[in-house]
């Protein structure tokens, strides 16, 4: 009876040790650097038990082992808490650093830069392939209520959101700007200002000019001449839906549209694409300037004139230089 009873005591003792020794073993594994040998993202889907979390991870060479990934979660109380979405794995993560990323939620930042001046045709285009997002936009915004800047995002969010993150930008701006404006300015609201300032993105990509390609525009308003604006041309013969893809003719100037400021007078009904802020601060702060004529110069900017004789003069030389181009 002794000797059995001292059997026992050796196989507890022994599986004690053995139990420790695997304990040992488990936790040294669990926080060995891994297999990675380059940092690699991994997107965890939503709804993904523990078992195929540690099987994605493995795949993508994240994990030598799924098994010390399951056991270190579980026994550590982290597998109910691990997150869904894109992570950013650094070479040589361990099991145990990767618990605590996929349980800290510490995704990847996605970024969108919407650039000045687009159409909201361009936008649309451009959120449809950005990867990352998903979902689609149904009905589409207005033309330029959308504020062009860099969005952030994550793996995974609606495109319907970014829309209405970059619509939300666009009102708290152009409410700022319309509440900080120059009271002697001729605009009468803020969809005038949005619209100005949409020709104004349009006709100048230097930011010097703005608020001065806005004055010259003022100036033709006040004194009831007609724009001339070749962007609004162009918007009407193409709709938004992109560049036209060739020079304006002196037809296209006599094509009737709504958005044909030879033929109309004051604004057209809507804005002509997407404008920046600065281009919405310069429509509703504009230059002092008794200035009413401008034309490129040829390098990208632009050459102002008061006078329509002045005018002609710079159109002429304009016209020189892009003969003496070609």
């Known amino acids: 009876m002794a000797r059995l009873a001292l059997r026992i005591v050796y196989s507890l003792l022994a599986l004690v040790v053995l139990s420790g020794g695997i304990l040992t073993w488990g936790a040294a594994e669990f926080s060995r650097p891994g297999p990675l040998k380059a940092a690699t993202t991994v997107v965890i889907a939503r709804g993904a038990g523990l078992e195929v979390i540690a099987s994605e991870l493995t795949r993508a060479g994240v994990l030598a082992d799924p098994l010390v990934f399951r056991l270190g979660a579980r026994l550590t109380g982290a ?26 939620g510490k995704t990847v930042v996605r970024r969108l830069t919407v650039v000045e001046g687009l159409t909201t045709a361009e936008i649309v285009a451009q959120l449809e ?4 997002l998903a979902g689609a936009l149904g009905q589409l915004p207005k033309e330029g209520t959308l504020l062009p800047e860099t969005y952030h995002f994550s793996f995974g969010d609606a495109r319907r959101a970014i829309v209405g993150r970059m619509a939300e930008a666009m009102r708290r701006a152009l409410g700022e700007a319309w509440a900080a404006r120059n009271r002697e300015s001729p605009l009468e609201t803020p969809e005038s200002a949005l619209i100005l300032a949409s020709i104004i993105e349009k006709e100048t990509a230097v930011p010097q000019e703005r608020a001065r390609v806005a004055g010259v525009f003022i100036n033709r308003l006040r004194k009831g001449m007609k724009l001339q604006s070749d962007p609004t041309v162009v918007y009407g013969l193409t709709g938004g839906q992109g560049p036209l893809g060739r020079p304006l003719t002196r037809a296209d100037l006599r094509t009737p549209s709504p958005y044909n400021t030879y033929l109309i007078d004051g604004l057209p009904p809507s804005p002509i694409s997407n404008p920046g802020l600065a281009s919405i601060v310069a429509a509703l702060d504009p230059a002092r300037t008794d200035e009413l004529y401008f034309v490129a110069d040829g390098s990208g900017g632009h050459v102002f004139a008061r006078t329509l004789s002045e005018h002609n003069r710079n159109v002429a030389r304009w016209r020189k230089r892009r003969h003496e181009k070609k």
């Open 129 to 132: 392939a950005t990867d990352g």
């Open 79 to 104: 597998d109910k808490r691990l997150r869904a979405g894109e992570y950013a794995f650094p070479a040589r993560v361990s099991p145990r650093q990767t618990v605590a990323l996929l349980e800290s």
